[in-house]
């Protein structure tokens, strides 16, 4: 896996590093939502970036646009992040950020 692919199951060290100082310059690699397959399971990996933020839920057509079931987790940086097992792309979203 590439420190900066879109394949990358989580958003890696130097994912959060460069991109905390100002010069990642392929954060959309990350940022979003991609279709991954994480220890044979497939589905999207969610990353937004939300400094200021005490909750970050996406939430879709998938859960009735109730975020309550998809927190996101907290990385440092003001990085969030989840992956949702069997999405398939395609599916609408938003982020909930509180």
């Known amino acids: 896996m590439t420190a900066c692919g879109a394949a990358a199951a989580e958003i890696?060290?130097?994912?959060?590093?460069?991109f905390g100082q100002g010069h990642h310059w392929h954060a959309y690699r990350f940022l979003g939502a991609h279709?991954?397959?994480?220890?044979?399971?497939?589905g999207v990996l969610f990353a937004t970036w939300a400094p200021?933020?005490?909750r970050?839920?996406?939430?879709g057509?998938?859960?009735?646009?109730?975020?309550?079931?998809?927190?996101m987790r907290a990385h440092p940086g003001g990085l969030w992040g989840l992956f949702v097992p069997e999405l398939l792309p395609g599916a609408l979203y938003k982020f909930e950020i509180e």
């Open 12 to 18: 890696g060290d130097f994912d959060r590093q460069v």
């Open 35 to 42: 279709p991954i397959v994480r220890e044979g399971v497939a």
């Open 52 to 54: 200021a933020a005490r």
């Open 56 to 59: 970050v839920a996406v939430a």
């Open 61 to 71: 057509d998938f859960n009735n646009w109730n975020g309550s079931s998809h927190a």
